[in-house]
């Protein structure tokens, strides 16, 4: 019974992904700032680097990537 219900979980888990992008498309827009600030934070703590510090740098990053 556990087989089974795994297996029904992939299959909706896979459609859910789908439903889930092509919303992310319509949203995006308001959502896009704090999805990229999300994920920058992410990565700083992957990489084990402290928000202080990582600040300044993703200040100087942005600063070019508008210029």
């Known amino acids: 019974m556990s087989v089974s219900r795994h297996c029904h979980h ?12 092509s919303h992310n498309r319509t949203v995006r ?5 704090w999805k990229t600030t999300a994920a920058k934070r992410h990565n700083l703590r992957v990489r084990g680097i402290s928000e202080r510090n990582a600040r300044w740098r993703t200040g100087g990053r ?4 508008s210029s």
């Open 10 to 21: 992939l299959g909706s888990g896979l459609g859910r992904a789908r439903s889930v992008r």
């Open 29 to 33: 827009s308001s959502l896009e700032h």
């Open 62 to 65: 942005q600063t070019v990537h």
